[in-house]
Structures are given as structure tokens and as C-alpha cells.
């Protein structure tokens, strides 16, 4: 087993080394890009630099942001969820009928957050084990999710009145509320799981080739179904939170959301064919996807043409994608 886990160490590393003043460049771009993007807006647009937008903007992309830490690891493996959106709204209306039922903020967000973990490794041993398409698997997620949210909640939101619960969402330390600690504290987590732990090096290898990482010894099977269960239950506990500043679990919550997460992780740098993804690039990528909704918002664009511009994001980040998978086999 000790040279099956050396083989498999040497997977990364050897990926690495083929691409890694690619993925340099496509880093140093986004912070280009990034940097230019938000020179020019607070130029060019009132109030975008002030103090209480930055927090505002922070606040905005809080919940993409912890998402996108697992979707990271669900792309560099190969696979997607699409599910999130329906687990962010179903996790925020159990956690209200459970806190309203029983008096305890604590029940609820344990509720929430176990059935997001069902959730995902439903998702992950469906995948895995069934070798049902990923895309199939949580398209059919993301539907049955929803629609339980609608039946539980008899399709109303479900308001909470607890000062506990609601201190989650409005809570702040340092003058910085408490969903962007969150988020960090996500950020530096998975960060250093994908860079300095057996599995993310797992991952990143079953990404690049799947047969190769089981023949190195790699439990496959098992660990796409664990990246899909911590997938459900930080998913679950975005959801938790978005229903803490809202004061309400809304069982049509979180619609579109699947889409905002993935392309901010594919602006990121991480690959839709696996095997290659950085926190930084997800920082980064989160950070252009809130800038570009926040100036939209500070410019009064009307959301048919936000939705647009949202879309020709994802394109965009799916075709630059491609080119470096094409220049990686040149």
C-alpha cells in the first residue's frame, strides 16, 4: 500500500511539471484582468470603492465562494454538481422547520447540514458506483432537491424568528460580517486540503487519469464519493446562512446558482477535464464574477441583460478552458 500512495503522489507532480507555466500565466492573467477590472470601475463608478460596498460586494459572494471551495475539488475530479442551487434552498427551509419545531438554532443547522451530506453522497455513490453520468446524476438531483423543498414547505417561505439564527447572517466581527469570516476561513480550509493533504492529491490525480490512480492504489470509487459528500454539506451550510440573512428558508432560493459557482470556478483556472485547480484562481475567479454583478447593480442594468452578460461569462471561461487543454497536448 505505502508504494501504491508513492505512486500515487507521483501523478500530480508529474502533471504539474507539463503545465505549470501555463496555469502561471492563466493566474497572472486573472490578476491582470482583475486588477484593470477594478481600477477602471472605481474610476469610472460612484460609490464602488467606498467602504460599505466593499463589504456589501464581499457579503454578495460569500456563499459562491464557499461553494466554489468544493466544486473546485468536484471539476479537478472529473465531475460536477449541479445540484447545489436546489441542496442551498431545501438546507435553508429544513433548517427553519426544524429550528421552529423544536426552539434550537443548533438542531437546525445540524438538520441542514446532515441532509446536504445525504444529498451529495447520494450524488457521489450514484457516480461512482452506478457509473451514472455526473450530468444525469445531478441534473435529477437538482430537481427532486427542489421539489421536496417545495412540498416540505408547502411551496411558502418558512420565516424564522430566532435572534440566534438570525444573528448568523447579520452578525459581524471586526466590523466584518460573519458569512465573509466564513468564507475565508472555507478558502484558507480547502486550500490547504487540495495543496498539502493526501486527499487533494488524490483528486487532482484521479482528474488527470483515473485508471492510473487506481492502479497507484487510489480507492477511486470512495474518494469522488467523499468529495461529493463534503460538496453537500458546505453547500448545505451556504444555505443555512443565506436563509440567516434572510431571515426565511425559500424553497426558490438559490435558482441560477449552480452556474454562478462552476463559472467562477472554470474563470479560476479550474479544468472541466480534471486533474488541474487552484484556490487562488478560485479567489480570484469568485472575486471578477461579484465585481462584475456588483458594478451591474451599481449601474442599474436590467437583469434580462444581466443574464446575458452572466452567460457570456461562463462561455467565455468554458472556451478559455479549452485552449489550455489545447496548448497542454501541444
Not at 486573472?30 to 460596498?53: P, R
Not at 457579503?59 to 464557499?66: E, F, P, R
Not at 435529477?140 to 416540505?152: K, S
Not at 479560476?268 to 465585481?291: E, F, K, P
Amino acid at each position: 500500500m505505502e508504494v501504491g500512495e508513492k505512486l500515487a503522489e507521483t501523478l500530480v507532480p508529474q502533471r504539474n511539471d507539463k503545465q505549470r507555466w501555463l496555469q502561471q500565466l492563466t493566474e497572472y492573467s486573472l490578476i491582470v484582468i482583475f486588477v484593470l477590472m477594478f481600477v477602471t470601475t472605481s474610476i469610472f463608478v460612484d460609490h464602488f470603492f467606498s467602504i460599505e460596498n466593499m463589504l456589501g460586494l464581499a457579503l454578495s459572494v460569500s456563499q459562491i465562494g464557499m461553494v466554489a471551495c468544493t466544486m473546485m475539488f468536484c471539476l479537478a475530479s472529473r465531475d460536477f454538481d449541479l445540484s447545489v442551487g436546489s441542496t442551498v434552498a431545501f438546507a435553508g427551509v429544513l433548517c427553519a422547520m426544524v429550528l421552529n419545531a423544536t426552539g434550537s438554532t443548533m438542531l437546525g443547522i445540524v438538520a441542514a447540514v446532515f441532509a446536504g451530506a445525504v444529498i451529495g453522497w447520494l450524488n457521489g455513490a450514484v457516480i461512482a458506483y452506478l457509473r451514472i453520468n455526473a450530468l444525469i446524476t445531478t441534473l435529477a438531483t437538482m430537481e427532486i432537491v427542489r421539489g421536496l423543498g417545495f412540498i416540505v414547505s408547502n411551496g411558502q417561505a418558512v420565516g424564522v424568528s430566532s435572534d440566534t439564527f438570525i444573528a448568523l447572517g447579520g452578525l459581524s466581527l471586526f466590523g466584518v460580517s460573519l458569512p465573509i469570516w466564513v468564507t475565508l476561513l472555507c478558502f484558507i480550509v480547502f486550500g490547504v486540503m487540495l495543496n498539502n493533504t493526501v486527499y487533494g492529491r488524490n483528486t487532482l490525480a484521479i482528474g488527470g487519469n483515473p485508471e492510473a490512480s487506481r492502479l497507484a492504489g487510489i480507492n477511486v470509487e470512495r474518494t469522488r464519493v467523499y468529495i461529493f459528500l463534503v460538496q453537500g454539506a458546505v453547500t448545505a451550510l451556504a444555505g443555512v446562512i443565506l436563509a440567516s440573512r434572510i431571515t426565511s428558508g425559500q424553497p426558490n432560493a438559490a435558482q441560477g446558482f449552480e452556474l454562478n459557482v462552476i463559472s467562477a470556478c472554470v474563470l479560476g483556472g479550474v479544468s472541466l477535464l480534471g486533474g488541474r485547480a487552484t484556490i487562488s484562481g478560485v479567489v480570484i475567479g469568485v472575486l471578477i464574477m461579484g465585481t462584475v454583478e456588483n458594478v451591474m447593480n451599481l449601474l442599474n442594468i436590467d437583469a434580462f441583460y444581466q443574464y446575458l452578460v452572466r452567460g457570456a461569462i461562463l462561455l467565455a471561461a468554458v472556451l478559455l478552458d479549452q485552449l489550455k487543454n489545447r496548448g497542454s497536448r501541444d
